[in-house]
């Protein structure tokens, strides 16, 4: 059987781990790699880069525990690499005790404190501290190019080659760029970040009903402990970030500023993103919010259940990777497993399950993402086992593109669940038929940290 080829579009965190997940499920394919742009420039330049045990539904804790063992296998075997694992501490309400249990990982191992350990953030009157681990802070951007540096030449990089249009034809998947080659692949994976309307595949998306919105963090110019906690501010969807490599603290929160344009947003902090930071920081830190002001300001893709979305589109060979409300980083690799399961990629046998690490017996870990990144660009890796709800129908090449709707991955779908790689177009499958909307929605919470994680 002829190596299968896949085109991914976009370059971001996203985009960077479905390549390098592919090349570790199918090591002869041909991958490539398509940026309008260099690598990492997107929304994963602008980045705050914190992942913290959490997530709102099962889908999500069990991205969270996937990418979670593979962020810390990745560091293991490459100590060079710019993450670091930093405490937690959350404030909440007193009343939120039982929801916290629910939505951090038992591996958070969270526990009450007096205080929280920063001496400028002060409790609101019935708040409370939990102290706890398994935050991971990374410098998105150079990440996500050393996720990709050890898979060339085998993966194609294009940088600088937008794509203007994606054609799908009988022979594969045509992609024209914009300097007027064309690239055919067998399958192509739209990574987009938050450009869901870039006019060659603004159709295409729309059906999943995505959209953007702003993203704002405040730097503040205060240098913070070498040994500081991320402590987020559970009841805002806010955080503070030490950063103490820039000699700031980085503070998160929500801003809910919708539908704005990536290639126009970027135009620095407006009076309205200060105002509110500010309003919401002077709760909890009031001498922060006292310190000269910086920032970045971005935005990101968000989907309608507020869980990332893995989808074949109209013609299943196209497939959709994104859409993580705020946690790109955080849930890019759980994203690039799906999207390998949902094209159907053989899994690789597991090791043995890893034990939580705060005690709870019987919880298997995420060993497959150990295992893949442990051996960055060589080995392949499996997906999560456990909290999985139904996997999706899953595309499946040659099943057309159908009438009905083509569901998301599970957290993970089983390899079987998706069609055979490898097998050229689908015959008959029906280029221009109804679109194929993500489904895959656990439960009716959506994760409540909808700011930047
Ligand atoms: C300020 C801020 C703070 C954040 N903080 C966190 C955090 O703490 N933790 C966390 O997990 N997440 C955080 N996020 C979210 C996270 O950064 C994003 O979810 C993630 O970077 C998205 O990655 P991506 O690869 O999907 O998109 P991107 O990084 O935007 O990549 C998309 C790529 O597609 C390319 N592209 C677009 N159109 C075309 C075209 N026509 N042809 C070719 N290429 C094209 C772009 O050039 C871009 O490189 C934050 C986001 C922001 C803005």
Aim: aromatic share 4%; charged share 20%.
């Amino acid at each position: 059987m002829k190596a299968p080829s896949i085109a991914v579009v976009g370059a971001g965190v996203v985009g960077c781990a479905v390549a390098r997940e592919l090349r570790a499920r199918v090591p002869e394919a041909a991958v490539s790699l398509i940026d309008q742009d260099v690598l990492a420039t997107g929304a994963s330049r602008r980045s705050a880069g914190l992942h913290f045990p959490r997530g709102a539904t099962p889908r999500v804790r069990s991205m969270t525990r996937h990418s979670q063992d593979f962020y810390d296998a990745l560091r293991t075997a490459r100590p060079s690499l710019p993450i670091r694992p930093l405490g937690l501490e959350v404030v909440a309400s007193e009343t939120s005790e039982s929801e916290l249990r629910e939505i951090y990982l038992d591996r958070a191992g969270l526990t009450r404190a007096d205080r929280v350990s920063e001496p400028s953030v002060r409790l609101p009157k019935k708040a409370r501290v939990w102290r706890g681990e398994g935050c991971l802070h990374a410098d998105v951007s150079s990440l996500a190019q050393a996720l990709v540096h050890g898979l060339r030449p085998s993966v194609t990089v294009r940088e600088g080659q937008r794509v203007t249009a994606v054609e799908p034809l009988r022979e594969g998947v045509t992609l024209r760029l914009g300097s007027g080659e064309t690239l055919t692949a067998d399958r192509v994976v739209l990574a987009p970040g938050p450009w869901l309307s870039a006019p060659a595949w603004a159709d295409l998306v729309a059906p999943l009903g995505a959209r953007v919105k702003k993203v704002v963090a405040l730097h503040i110019m205060r240098p913070p402990d070498d040994a500081g906690r991320a402590v987020v501010f559970h009841d805002e969807d806010a955080f503070l970030l030490p950063l103490p490599d820039r000699g700031q603290w980085l503070f998160s929160f929500t801003r809910n500023d919708w539908d704005v344009n990536p290639d126009t947003v970027s135009d620095g902090l407006g009076a309205d993103d200060v105002r509110e930071g500010l309003e919401v920081l002077r709760r909890y830190a009031p001498g922060l919010a006292e310190e000269p002001i910086a920032g970045r300001v971005f935005c990101d893709a968000y989907s309608p259940s507020r869980e990332p979305l893995v989808a074949a589109l109209a013609d299943p060979r196209i497939v959709f990777a994104g859409a993580a409300n705020g946690s790109g980083f955080r849930l890019a690799p759980a994203i690039a497993t799906e999207t390998a399961d949902l094209l159907g990629l053989p899994t690789p046998p597991q090791p043995p399950p890893r034990p939580e690490r705060a005690g709870t017996p019987g919880t298997t870990g995420t060993t497959g993402a150990a295992a893949s990144a442990a051996s960055v660009g060589t080995a392949a890796s499996a997906g999560t086992a456990e909290a999985a709800p139904p996997a999706g129908s899953g595309a499946s090449a040659g099943s057309g593109a159908s009438a009905g709707p083509v569901a998301n991955a599970g957290p993970v779908a089983s390899a079987g669940s998706a069609g055979a790689f490898g097998v050229g177009a689908p015959a008959g499958s029906g280029v221009g038929a109804a679109p194929v909307v993500s489904a895959g929605v656990v439960g009716g919470r959506v994760d409540r940290l909808r700011s930047s994680q």
